[in-house]
């Protein structure tokens, strides 16, 4: 591997493992607590990261026919990852559980013989290096991490490696919920200072075209303000709740400021 891909595996593997390490607590009340994900409890967040990494492994997918009508099902995407969440809905947490112990054991085996250049699909729908798509899979398998220690009552490991994969995904959604989804005009800007686990500053500036664009720093005071702490971030970005929820600090305009909140989610 390259020293890249190493560290991308290595960011995926202990999150997986920090989420297995929790799991083995769990009693059956525990397993069926609802998530922050819509329609999905504790053990069905586990059952789609056995599904995904099923799937890579080239795992015949579960012969399953998902019922209709399910509310939290918005597209093609959505039904084609629930299929094996539902599939195991019947089956004990534990018996979940084993398979995830199952998968990442033969995915460490198997990334050693990856080509990290080699191109694959990413959940954008781009063709990236697999090194990169390695930084997907950490970035989702973090967030579902914290999906279930929030569930559980359990925070822990926002600092993990992972979270930097984190940033790295959802820090360049910033330009299009600042001037496409909240109506930023041109000329205006917004500052988004984060911080405790994972701390950064980042500016978004809307151009004469009404594009956003990242910049390290901007000319005078910025627009608005938004100060919050990392899981507020991660959660607003990943679309796991309101922003109601957090006490964030807004400085400036605080119409805009409200638009750019309401509109954080760049996760699909």
């Known amino acids: ?3 890249e891909m190493s560290a991308n595996v290595a960011a995926f593997e202990q999150t997986l493992r920090s989420t297995i390490e929790l799991c083995e607590s769990f009693g059956t009340a525990e397993w069926d607590l609802a998530t922050e994900c819509p329609g999905w409890s504790v053990k069905d967040v586990v059952s789609h990261l056995v599904s995904v990494e099923a ?3 080239g795992d015949p997918a579960p012969d399953h026919v998902l019922p209709d009508g399910l509310p939290y099902v918005r597209n093609d995407f959505g039904r084609m990852l629930e299929v094996g969440v539902d ?3 019947g089956r004990p947490g534990e018996e979940v ?5 199952d998968v990442l054991e033969r995915r460490m085996a198997r990334l050693p013989e990856i080509d990290p250049e080699g191109l694959t699909t990413a959940p954008t729908g781009r063709q990236v290096p697999y090194s990169m798509f390695m930084v997907f899979r950490a970035f989702d398998c973090w967030v579902h991490e914290q999906d279930v220690r929030r569930a559980v009552g359990r925070p822990g490991n926002l600092d993990a490696p992972a979270a930097a994969c984190a940033l790295t995904i959802l820090r360049p959604g910033l330009p299009v919920v ?3 989804r909240a109506g930023a005009k041109p000329g205006q800007s917004v500052e988004f200072r984060v911080g405790r686990e994972q701390p950064f500053t980042a500016f978004v500036k809307v151009g ?3 594009r956003g664009r990242l910049a390290d720093e901007v000319e005078g005071t910025p627009t608005v303000s938004l100060r919050m702490d990392w899981e507020a971030y991660t959660r607003l970005a990943a679309g796991r ?7 964030v600090e807004v400085e400036g305009d605080a119409d805009l400021g409200s638009r750019v909140l309401s509109n954080m989610s760049v996760t699909p």
């Open 55 to 57: 799937a890579l492994l």
């Open 97 to 101: 559980l084993a398979e995830l112990r």
């Open 1 to 3: 591997m390259t020293s």
């Open 241 to 247: 709740c309101e922003p109601q929820a957090f006490d």
């Open 208 to 210: 004469d075209d009404g």
């Open 178 to 180: 600042v001037a496409k």
């Open 87 to 89: 599939a195991r809905r």
